[in-house]
Nanobody
């Protein structure tokens, strides 16, 4: 099982980024995929999740209305479109699959300047 995140970077407050997570080693379309984030000195927190068919989606209250999770099962990739970014969104972002053990990528850094 391998998860590889990309798309992070430095952006100004109010800007946008699109994160990608490429998956391999398991039947991607059978599993929920999740995004988490971890800011320095804080615990890892849930951001969003999407069902295997893409028909069930949940967001944390802190990102609802600004972030959009989606997936392309043919490409075995999950995305996180982040709009209206705030400095408090600064964190390392990780994708996750429970297959059934918890599989994590290496993370991609998002930094939002004020």
């Amino acid at each position: 099982v391998q998860l590889v995140e990309s798309g992070g970077g430095l952006v100004q407050s109010g800007g946008s980024l699109r994160l990608s997570c490429a998956a391999s080693g398991f039947t991607f379309s059978n599993y929920f995929m999740r995004w988490y984030r971890q800011a320095p000195g804080k615990e890892r927190e849930f951001v969003a999740t999407i069902a295997g068919a893409g028909d069930s989606i949940y967001y944390s209250d802190s990102v609802k209305g600004r972030f959009t999770i989606s997936r392309d099962n043919a490409k075995k990739t999950v995305y996180l479109q982040m709009n209206s970014l705030k400095p408090e969104d600064t964190a390392m972002y990780y994708c996750n699959a429970r297959v059934p053990f918890d599989a994590w990528g290496q993370g991609t850094q998002v930094t939002v300047s004020s």
